[in-house]
């Protein structure tokens, strides 16, 4: 498969001198955010790099966006909360259900008269297709790693990798996460996740979700035109 990346750089972030890639739910000291927000940061940078690199995107949500696409910490949590209330609500003790997360991107881009839409879930054989279509078209992907679904084994979860050098290094694992996609590379996928860049193996998340999970659950967002 060959490289297929974003046009830009994505969202960044500087906390304590640092850059950031895309935002992170533990920087948030509400517990509910904290624990259960990563859909709310999928969703919120996803519209974030639309708005800075699409014009028809943009909005008044976010009128004061640096151009240089980089966000100084405190304006980023203002502006996360605001599309938590306004767009991404979720249920504490649970999180974002998938439909939560497709409804308030598409309560965004009608409200604000972007001819997008985003849905969730497409046939397992077409996801990296339509992963390649919307990198392609300079959209980010939010993929959802659904929870395990067997009542026995619930605790199987996703490596995610860090590069060094030619190596891809197992960092830590996940599941019952949202992560933003940024390039698929060969066999792996660029992932923004707790505000820093890992890789997933792309066949070990189709074992993940045929053995563990499902695609009615782990899947991609497709955001395509109206």
């Known amino acids: ?12 972030v500087m906390k304590d001198r640092t850059l950031s890639y895309g935002g992170n739910q533990s ?10 927000g990563c859909g709310v940061i999928a ?7 639309l708005s800075l690199h699409k014009e028809y995107c943009r909005s008044k949500e976010f009128k004061e966006e640096e151009d240089s696409g980089i966000w100084e ?9 605001t599309m938590h209330h306004r767009y991404f609500p979720l249920i504490p003790g649970f999180g974002m259900p998938v439909w939560f997360l497709a409804a308030g991107m598409n309560h965004y881009f009608r409200k604000n008269r972007i001819p997008l839409k985003a849905s969730f879930g497409v046939l397992g054989r077409n996801i990296w297709i339509r992963m390649a279509a919307m990198l392609t078209h300079d959209i980010p992907v939010v993929l959802a790693i ?4 067997s009542l026995f084994r619930r605790k199987n979860k996703l490596n995610f990798y860090v590069k ?17 996609v940024t390039a698929m590379e060969g066999k792996y996928l660029k992932i923004s996740s707790w505000g820093k860049e890992y890789f997933l193996d792309i066949q070990e998340y189709m074992d993940y979700v045929k ?14 035109k109206r």
């Open 1 to 12: 498969m060959k490289t297929i990346r974003l046009k830009y750089p994505y969202v960044a």
């Open 43 to 49: 969703g919120t940078d996803v519209l974030l790099y």
């Open 164 to 180: 060094k050098g030619e190596m891809y290094v197992c960092a830590c694992q996940a599941a019952a996460h949202f992560v933003t």
């Open 211 to 224: 053995e563990h999970s499902s695609f009615l659950i782990s899947n991609i967002f497709y955001i395509r």
């Open 27 to 36: 920087w948030f000291q509400g517990k509910i955010l904290k624990k259960y």
């Open 73 to 81: 910490e405190e304006r980023y949590q203002q502006l996360v909360r």
């Open 146 to 149: 659904g929870p395990n679904l």
